[in-house]
C-alpha cells in the first residue's frame, strides 16, 4: 500500500495542471494587453463593412449581364443578272464604302439587249410619226369631202328651185313638159349627189377613228418599248454589283470567271452599323428604360471600356419568338426567369477596333 501512495500523488499532480491549463481565455485581457493590434483589427472590420455597404449603394443602381454579344443585320451579296464575273474588285476582310463595286459581270450580253430595245423604241416612235400623218392626211380629205358635200347640198337646193319653177309653169301652161322633166330629172341627180357627198364623208370620219385608234395602240408600243428599254438598261447596271451601304466584306466565294446564277450567294456583307444585343433576366428590366447610359466591356479588348446607351426593350422575352417557344400549357410546369432581348447603340464606334457580330460583351446599364 505504501508503494502506490506516491504515483497517487504524481497522477493527482497531473490533473492539477491539466485543469490549470484548460482555463477560459479572457479576450477583455488579451485587448487590454494588445491594445494596437485591436485597434487595427476593428478598424479592418469597419473599413470592410463600409466597403461592403458602399458598394451595395453602388451595385443597386446597375444592372449588368454576360449573356450579350455584338449584332448587325449581315446579309448575303448576290447578283441580280446571271453572267460570268469579269473582275471580283475586293478581298477578304476588306472596308467598303456606299457605292463601291464589288463584283463586274461580263456586260456584253445586255449591252446588246440594251441596243435592240432602243431600236425597238425608235421603230415604234417612227410608227406614230407615221400615224400622225395619215390622220393629218385624213383630216385633209374629211375637209374635201365636207367641201364637196356642201357643193352638192347647193346644187340639190339650186335643182329643187329649178324644178319647182318648171312644174309651176307646167301648170300654168306657160312652160313645156319636157323642162319639166329635165329639172325634175336634174334634182334627182343633184340628191343622189347630195347622198353620195354624205356618205363620201362618214366614210372619211369613219377611216380618220380607225387611225387615231391605230395611233393609241401605236403609242402603247412606244410605251411598252420605253420599258423594255429601261428594263434592259436596269439589267446592265446590274452587271456592276455594287454595295448598298458602308460595311465589310466577309466570307468572299466569288471569283474571276464563275457562272453566276441569279440569287447565287456571292459574299457576306456586315455593315458599319452594329450595336449590342443584350439578353437581361426579366427582373433586371423593372427599371430601365431607353436612352439610359451604358457602360461596355468587349471581351476582345478587356483593357477598354466603350460607352453607349439602351436604345430599345424587346416586348416579349426570346422564347417566345423562338423556332420552338415553350408551351406552358402542358405537362409539369416550373418557373424559370426568362431573358429579354435589349438593344443597346454603341455612342461613336472607335476606328481602331475590328467589331463584328456575334463578339462576346459585358454591358452594365445605369438604372437608377
Not at 504524481?10 to 479572457?26: L, M, W
Not at 494596437?36 to 487595427?40: E, G, V
Not at 329639172?183 to 357627198?197: F, G, N
Given at each position: 500500500m505504501d508503494q502506490r501512495s506516491p504515483k497517487k500523488?504524481?497522477?493527482?499532480?497531473?490533473?492539477?495542471?491539466?485543469?490549470?491549463?484548460?482555463?477560459?481565455?479572457?479576450?477583455?485581457?488579451?485587448i487590454r494587453a494588445h491594445p494596437?493590434?485591436?485597434?487595427?483589427a476593428a478598424a479592418l472590420l469597419i473599413a470592410a463593412a463600409v466597403g461592403v455597404l458602399v458598394w451595395w449603394l453602388h451595385a443597386r443602381h446597375y444592372e449588368w449581364s454576360d449573356d450579350a454579344f455584338i449584332d448587325a443585320r449581315q446579309f448575303a451579296v448576290s447578283p441580280q443578272v446571271a453572267g460570268y464575273i469579269q473582275d471580283v474588285k475586293v478581298t477578304d476582310n476588306q472596308k467598303v464604302s456606299a457605292g463601291d463595286l464589288l463584283v463586274q459581270i461580263d456586260p456584253r450580253d445586255y449591252q446588246a439587249s440594251l441596243?435592240?430595245?432602243?431600236?425597238?423604241?425608235?421603230?415604234?416612235?417612227?410608227?406614230?410619226?407615221?400615224?400622225?400623218?395619215?390622220?393629218?392626211?385624213?383630216?385633209?380629205?374629211?375637209?374635201?369631202a365636207e367641201e364637196q358635200q356642201r357643193e352638192a347640198d347647193a346644187a340639190l337646193v339650186f335643182a329643187k328651185q329649178e324644178n319647182d319653177r318648171a312644174q309651176a309653169l307646167v301648170k300654168s301652161a306657160v312652160g313645156t313638159v319636157e323642162r319639166a322633166q329635165q329639172?325634175?330629172?336634174?334634182?334627182?341627180?343633184?340628191?343622189?349627189?347630195?347622198?353620195?357627198?354624205k356618205a363620201n364623208v362618214e366614210s372619211v370620219k369613219k377611216q380618220l377613228a380607225a387611225l387615231r385608234a391605230q395611233r393609241v395602240s401605236s403609242v402603247a408600243n412606244v410605251e411598252a418599248a420605253k420599258a423594255d428599254e429601261a428594263l434592259a438598261e436596269l439589267n446592265l447596271s446590274y452587271t456592276n454589283v455594287t454595295a448598298a451601304q458602308s460595311g465589310t466584306i466577309v466570307q468572299l466565294t466569288a471569283a474571276k470567271g464563275e457562272y453566276v446564277q441569279v440569287g447565287q450567294n456571292l459574299m457576306m456583307f456586315v455593315p458599319s452599323h452594329i450595336w449590342v444585343t443584350a439578353n437581361f433576366k426579366e427582373t433586371q428590366i423593372?427599371?430601365?428604360?431607353?436612352?439610359?447610359?451604358?457602360?461596355?466591356?468587349?471581351?476582345?479588348?478587356?483593357?477598354?471600356?466603350?460607352?453607349?446607351?439602351?436604345?430599345?426593350?424587346q416586348a416579349g422575352s426570346g422564347t417566345a419568338f423562338s423556332l420552338l417557344p415553350a408551351e406552358n400549357a402542358t405537362g409539369n410546369y416550373v418557373k424559370v426567369v426568362q431573358r429579354v432581348p435589349v438593344k443597346i447603340e454603341i455612342d461613336n464606334p472607335p476606328s481602331d477596333v475590328t467589331l463584328g457580330p456575334g463578339m462576346s460583351v459585358v454591358p452594365e446599364v445605369k438604372v437608377r
Open positions: 500523488d504524481s497522477a493527482s499532480d497531473d490533473r492539477e495542471e491539466k485543469e490549470q491549463q484548460e482555463e477560459p481565455i479572457h479576450f477583455g485581457e488579451i494596437w493590434i485591436t485597434a487595427a441596243a435592240q430595245a432602243k431600236a425597238r423604241v425608235s421603230q415604234a416612235v417612227a410608227t406614230v410619226g407615221n400615224d400622225d400623218a395619215q390622220i393629218a392626211a385624213q383630216e385633209a380629205q374629211i375637209a374635201a329639172t325634175k330629172s336634174q334634182l334627182q341627180q343633184a340628191q343622189a349627189s347630195s347622198s353620195r357627198a423593372t427599371d430601365m428604360r431607353p436612352g439610359q447610359p451604358v457602360s461596355i466591356e468587349i471581351d476582345a479588348y478587356p483593357n477598354r471600356e466603350f460607352k453607349g446607351h439602351v436604345d430599345s426593350i
